[in-house]
């Protein structure tokens, strides 16, 4: 028993097998479940195929000039691209990529299954899964679906997007062709450099079109997406030739290329060029002051008018692949940039203003920033108590930045040495030593950034406008180098008081255009007050002349009787017209630091705004004069194509375009053609007139100007704004920091000097022209004395002057009488001889009476006393009415006397004529 009972317990027990299996197909089954259940999730949750787009969704934005020709590059950092057709890759590229990146790519549906199994089995045999399987397709949907693929720090992040992208690449194959697949891979794979698409890189890498690349410099290319910072060509151009040749080996065993015409491409020294073109090429250069513009205006537009947002606005602009055509015109562009950049042109003594900022951090990591008042602040205190931000020199202003970072950075050892003098020994011994020695103290401050920008002062700023369009031809923002982009531009941000050049605006605008006043409208130039006693002060401050017409307050530029002018009107209407001419910055109310201002106030005549003006709305509104009235808002682009060409915004129909058709975009009419037509030509006597504030210092080669002039208080801003029959042109003078211009050279005058400079050249060969005088405009003869309708022969000093018809006065002077009406006597030549006879035989009857001798009576002969009438002839000669000279005097004959006598004359002439003896 026992022996049986143990040979029993050692018989092993046979192995389930059966049971196994079936567990491990059951558990095999659950996971081969789970994993399609995983894969069928994936697939669920993958993007629908219908409402994504492969085609790459940002490309670069180009402004061009009026034929198209790019003139500078907006991309944002991952838009750095360049749209193109597949008919525009050459061959030799196309070929090339497939070669090295998918060699079946026309053979399978989308996802390449002998491909992944080379794949896996290269991994399994090497231990290195690092053989790409990806086709030419899902390459494509990673980079425009799955833009977030760089972000992926995990096994389950890269397999989840791997299965979507292998579904959707089987997908895409089934609803767009090959060709479409390859064109948009192609526009959108990184290719180094900051480049995205082929055509991108080729003018990056070798300055032309990707139409133009040959065999070997597509090589270079195809060698890049692998690893595109690695493989750069500029910057790694040994690796590149590495990968460059397997390109070629590929292309040559796959056909596309035959043996010689790979060793014709090993043999070319492509790199050698890249090398040079990348020199040449240098940097990118700063925007300029037209391109900050334009761009800044471009963005309002697209959020104005199109409803984007900032952010939309903003993509569009740098990653839309937008064309933006510019309405600068290339050579007035030019002439602005060479004046603004003569000495000649400004006064001696050219300052530097300094714009300075400093970082500095200390032990903790606590960053602490410094900037130009700071330095300011110091320089005062310790080196120069009037220093302002202005430095005689470069070298001055350098010691300045050097001497306050030294400052800042020893503030902190102070303060360390005073801890420690307070620090007992015994402390100290406990203390660790000093490292500082060694350059690891922890306890000085540090600069992690400093800058110290300089401009040249006194600035200037010039608009130029083609007032019949808005479009902006031209601008200066400020002279000096431009040396960034998007950086102060005076021409269109800087706000300064515009001064006398506002009385046009909004006092005689309005007076001429609402309130029926005239050029010929009196006041008197005497001492006045504003309304809160405050007087008005002329410019000069001795010219109280008496009775002034709106035309000389004009040319003289009085201050008073623009005052009076705006009072008259009220400010209201004034503020109201202004604002109509485009200038944004007048608030009818506003606050600041608790007080509350408004700009519908008498000195509104005189400039006196709370916010300023500034030089883009200040030209903008002068040009409305110039365009009959018209006020067209200023434009820095004619139309704006998106990526496809279509017209996103077209403003080109303003080109041809009259100066009366209002129903254009951004048009608007301001005051009658009359009451421009009139304002043009009193500004005309500023330029042209002995006393106009800019006489025999305005010049435009000949062509007539109509301007005036604008000077703030203490001669901290000058102006001139004046326009031509083709263009508009305001130069602005001053300080940045709004000090006073001094006395000395031409301070006071160079605004004056760069526009005449400007508008010289600008003018030079172009047709003669005038200002066009409206048919409803006529002129007037007017008596100087009371500027009424002068009398005829009775108002001793005359003068012409225009108005609209509607407003001719209808009263005529009355401080002069018509002369008294005379009737024309004839003078027959026969009259003085018989007048003389008879005078003889009178005196003879006169004798004979005396001596009471009476002669015998002749009957043919007259009685004695008996003038006979002189013989008259058969047809009297014909009396011409008097006529007049243009001094209104009788015309003279040849011996100086006149051809009709008065009565009074002639009986005078008679007389004496009887007392002969």
């Known amino acids: 028993m026992n022996t049986h009972s143990d040979s029993r317990k050692n018989t092993p027990r046979p192995i389930p097998w059966k049971r196994i299996i079936i567990y491990a197909a059951a558990a095999l089954a659950a996971v081969l479940v789970l994993f399609l259940a995983g894969i069928w999730y994936l697939i669920a949750t993958a993007p629908d195929i219908d409402t994504i787009t492969v085609s790459p969704t940002e490309s670069a934005t180009y402004i061009c000039d009026a034929q198209g020709n790019y003139l500078r590059k907006l991309t944002l950092a991952s838009s750095n691209r ?323 970072r030294e400052h800042i950075l020893s503030q902190n050892s102070q303060t360390h040495e005073t801890l420690e003098s307070e620090t007992s020994e015994d402390d100290k011994d406990d203390e660790p030593e000093d490292d500082s020695e060694n350059g690891d103290s922890d306890q000085a401050l540090k600069v992690v950034g400093e800058r110290l920008s300089l401009s040249a002062q006194p600035q200037a700023s010039l608009v130029l406008i083609d007032q019949k369009t808005g479009f902006v031809r031209a601008i200066v923002g400020g002279r000096g180098e431009k040396t960034a982009s998007l950086v102060l531009n005076r021409a269109t941000e800087t706000y300064r008081q515009p001064g006398s050049t506002f009385k046009i605006l909004a006092a005689y605008a309005p007076a001429l255009d609402s309130f029926g006043q005239t050029l010929a409208t009196t006041y008197e130039n005497e001492p006045y007050n504003y309304e809160n006693g405050t007087p008005v002060s002329n410019w000069d401050i001795t010219d109280y002349s008496g009775t002034v017409t709106i035309r000389e307050a004009i040319t003289r530029s009085i201050n008073v009787i623009a005052v009076k002018c705006i009072t008259a009107i009220t400010p209201r209407a004034g503020f109201d017209y202004a604002r109509n001419f485009g200038i944004s910055t007048l608030y009818e109310s506003y606050e600041s630091g608790g007080n509350l201002s408004s700009d519908i106030v008498q000195p509104l005549a005189l400039g006196g705004i709370t916010q300023g003006v500034s030089n883009l709305e200040l030209c903008s509104a002068y040009a409305a004069i110039a365009n009959g009235g018209v006020h067209v808002k200023p434009k820095f682009f004619t139309k704006i194509l998106d990526r496809h060409g279509d017209i996103l915004i077209d403003y080109s129909e303003l080109e041809n375009s009259s100066e009366t058709d209002t129903d254009l975009s951004g048009s608007t009419r301001v005051i009658s053609p009359e009451t421009a037509f009139l304002l043009t030509e009193a500004m005309k006597d500023v330029v042209a007139s002995p006393q106009g504030t800019a006489y025999q210092s305005i010049f435009a080669a000949g062509q007539p100007v109509a301007g005036k002039t604008g000077t703030t208080s203490n001669y901290k801003d000058i102006w001139f704004v004046g326009y031509t029959p083709y263009y508009t042109c305001c130069v602005w003078g001053g300080y940045d920091n709004n000090r006073d211009l001094p006395l000395a050279s031409t301070y006071h005058t160079y605004n004056k000097v760069l526009w005449s400079a400007v508008m010289n050249r600008l003018h030079t060969g172009l047709p003669a022209a005038d200002f066009t005088k409206p048919e409803t405009v006529k002129s007037v003869t007017l008596c100087k004395e009371s500027h009424l309708p002068a009398i005829s022969n009775g108002c001793p000093e005359t003068y012409e002057e225009y108005f609209a018809k509607a407003t001719v006065p209808k009263k005529n002077c009355p401080l002069h009488e018509v002369p008294p009406e005379t009737e024309p006597i004839t003078i027959y030549p026969d009259l003085f001889p018989e007048t003389e006879t008879q005078s003889e035989t009178q005196a003879e009857t006169e004798t004979a009476t005396n001596s009471t001798e009476i002669p015998p009576t002749d009957t043919e002969s007259p009685p004695a006393d008996i003038i006979p009438p002189p013989t008259l002839p058969e047809t009297p000669p014909t009396v011409s009415p008097p006529s007049e000279t243009e001094t209104g005097h009788p015309a003279e004959s040849e011996t100086g006397q006149t051809e009709t006598n008065s009565l009074e004359d002639l009986m005078n002439r008679l007389t004496g004529l009887g007392s002969l003896p």
Not at 115 to 135: K, V
Not at 232 to 242: R, V
Not at 244 to 262: A, C, D, F, P
């Open 82 to 404: 360049d749209l193109v057709t597949l008919a525009e890759i050459p061959d030799a590229l196309q070929k090339a990529i497939i070669a090295i990146e998918d060699e079946r790519f026309y053979e399978h549906g989308g996802i390449d299954i002998r491909g992944i199994a080379r794949a896996m089995w290269t991994g399994l045999t090497s231990g290195s899964f690092s053989e790409g399987a990806s086709t030419i397709t899902q390459q494509l949907i990673k980079n425009n679906v799955f833009t977030e693929w760089t972000l992926e720090n995990s096994f389950l992040d890269r397999f989840r997007r791997k299965i979507q992208e292998q579904y959707l690449a089987l997908q895409l194959e089934d609803r767009i062709s090959k060709e479409e697949i390859l064109e948009d891979y192609l526009n959108t794979i990184n290719l180094g450099a900051g480049c995205y698409g082929v055509q991108a890189a080729s003018r990056r890498y070798f300055g032309k079109n990707v139409s133009e690349l040959s065999l070997s410099e597509a090589a270079v290319l195809a060698a890049i997406p692998q690893n595109p910072s690695g493989f750069n060509p500029i910057t790694n151009p040994e690796e590149n030739d590495k990968r460059r040749k397997t390109v070629l080996k590929y292309m040559e065993n796959q056909g596309y290329i035959s043996r010689e015409e790979k060793e014709e491409a090993l043999q070319d020294d492509v790199y050698g060029r890249i090398r040079k073109f990348n020199e040449l090429k240098g940097d990118e250069t700063a925007y300029s002051y037209y391109e900050d513009a334009l761009i800044d205006q471009v963005l309002n537009v697209l959020m104005n008018e199109k409803g984007y947002t900032y952010d939309q606005a903003y993509r569009a602009v740098f990653s839309g692949g937008l064309r933006i055509f510019s309405a600068q015109e290339a050579q007035a562009q030019q002439i602005c940039d060479e004046e603004f950049q003569n000495p000649a042109n400004f006064p001696e003594g050219t300052e530097f203003g300094i714009d300075y900022a400093l970082s500095v951090s200390d032990s903790a990591g606590l960053v602490t920033h410094y900037g130009s008042e700071s330095l300011r602040s110091y320089i005062r205190q310790e080196i120069n108590p009037s220093f302002d931000l202005l430095c005689n020199s470069q070298a001055e202003a350098q010691q300045y930045a050097d001497a306050f």
